[in-house]
């Protein structure tokens, strides 16, 4: 290759990721549009907090499962197609949910709009590992994160402003958008198509059933629920064991550092998401805030966490994986801890301490990402990636539903931490001392199967 062509390939390289980045703005601002909007939907609908958390878990289990499914076809089909057809699916759920007069309606449109929109984040995963090398792919991973960021960002101060204008409904006309980038997905993604093969669409259903009733079980306290999810989770272990393409291969398992990565992967997604459900939460119910008001609040924290993206990518490349995962779980815990002592004090505080655990997100994104990566073989990086963003999305669902359930058992005389005085704030200060410990916990383990060998898994 001479060297016009391999400049015109940096140059393509470089463009796919800026429409990447552009895309994933949208995704990320859409999974996480309505929080600000929760406290309204609730008081509209009538639902308690556990109800309305399925607003998020109902996409997240949708989109988590959606990103093994686009995984696994794109070790088989053209990015391009799966692209487009993911983007079209996603305006149709959109459309849904414009036209909502009732709350069935609402999760419709959501999970529709999850089973488009999960397109994004798994491709988020595998460009950059398909596209860059070793040497550049936490710089990639970097501005995918970035990207991420800067959707959580602009989803607080978009959604507060538009459902104030206009009503929370037409923040769904905001889905609409990604659709501009599909004639630039398909002009910078090349043809390449692996062997078409089959879909384990049952594994893939039974896995997805054991999810959401393990998570009904949670927020509704029913026992029935607990027994046949355990069920479908007995019948999906025995059918990956006994078909010949199975939706999960459980070959992947034998890799140790893997397997330990998904696991530390759920503790630090839960960190994650944490922040995200919780804040608009508190905002509206010890502070008293508006939608747009909430925006404001949670913009600028994000704001400089997306800017920090590029940054971390490349501390990534240069000092390793488990520097900036160590930096990211410090400046998380230290947000958990912040936020558990001072609940409830003024919104301009709140926006600084919320700071630090934005800054967090976003180092832990890239850390995490880039050390999981290095994990898997060439052949395993469609489905083992996927995998990886299932794992965060389950784990963002599981802990906004059981965060649902804490604060509809809210206990009004117990607290963790001594410092907070008023009843109303003790609820939110205990599950913000619960995160912190399993900040903690993510970190040791972190530690044991990682920070030992980073140097090596840099190599």
Not at 81 to 109: C, E, H, K, N, R
Not at 208 to 223: D, E
Not at 270 to 290: E, R, T, V
Not at 425 to 433: A, E
């Amino acid at each position: 290759m001479n060297m016009v062509q391999i400049a015109h390939s940096k140059s393509k390289e470089e463009k796919l990721l800026r429409v990447l980045f552009i895309a994933l703005i949208f995704s990320v601002m859409n999974a996480f549009l309505f929080n600000v909007v929760l406290p309204v939907i609730s008081i509209e609908f009538n639902l308690s907090a556990a109800q309305v958390s399925w607003i998020l878990s109902g996409y997240m289990i949708v989109y988590a499962f959606g990103t093994v499914i686009y995984g696994k076809l794109a070790d088989k089909y053209r990015l391009k197609d799966l692209l487009t057809f993911g983007l079209l699916l996603f305006a149709l759920g959109s459309v849904i949910g414009l036209v909502t007069t009732q709350y069935w309606m609402i999760i419709l449109g959501r999970v529709i709009q999850a089973s488009g929109a999960s397109v994004i984040p798994a491709m988020a995963m595998i460009i950059p590992v398909r596209y860059f090398s070793q040497e550049k792919r936490g710089r990639a991973l970097g501005m995918t994160a970035a990207g991420m960021a800067l959707g959580t960002a602009l989803g607080p101060i978009v959604s507060g402003l538009v459902a104030d204008l206009t009503g929370w409904r037409f923040l769904f006309c905001l889905s609409l958008l990604p659709l501009i980038t599909i004639p630039f997905f398909r002009k910078y993604l090349d043809d390449e198509r692996g062997s078409i093969g089959k879909i384990d669409f049952i594994g893939g259903t039974l896995l997805a059933g054991t999810v959401t009733l393990l998570l009904l079980a949670v927020t509704q306290g029913n026992g029935l629920l607990i027994f046949a999810g355990l069920i479908l989770l007995a019948l999906f272990i025995l059918r990956i064991f006994s078909t010949t393409d199975p939706f999960i291969d459980p070959d992947i398992f034998k890799n140790k550092k893997y397997s330990w990565g998904l696991i530390i992967t759920f503790l630090a997604a839960a960190l994650i998401f944490g922040i995200q459900f919780l804040s608009p939460l508190f905002l509206a119910d010890i502070n008293h805030l508006s939608p747009l008001v909430i925006g404001l609040v949670m913009f600028p924290p994000a704001i400089v966490s997306a800017l920090l993206g590029r940054s971390g990518g490349k501390l990534a490349d240069k000092k390793g994986n488990s520097y900036l995962v160590y930096i990211a779980i410090l400046l998380i815990f230290v947000c958990y801890v912040l936020l558990s002592t001072f609940v409830g004090v003024s919104p301009i505080t709140i926006m600084l301490l919320l700071t630090f655990g934005s800054a967090g997100t976003t180092f832990m994104r890239i850390g995490i990402t880039n050390t999981i990566s290095r994990t898997l073989s060439k052949e395993q990086i469609g489905v083992g990636m996927g995998f990886f963003s299932m794992f965060n999305f389950i784990s963002g669902a599981a802990v906004t539903s059981l965060i649902g359930k804490m604060l509809d058992f809210n206990s009004s005389g117990f607290r963790f931490n001594p410092v907070p005085s008023e009843s109303a704030t003790f609820v939110y200060s205990n599950i913000f001392v619960m995160l912190a410990f399993i900040a903690v916990i993510a970190a040791a383990l972190y530690y044991l199967q990682f920070g030992a060998n980073a140097k090596r898994l840099m190599n």
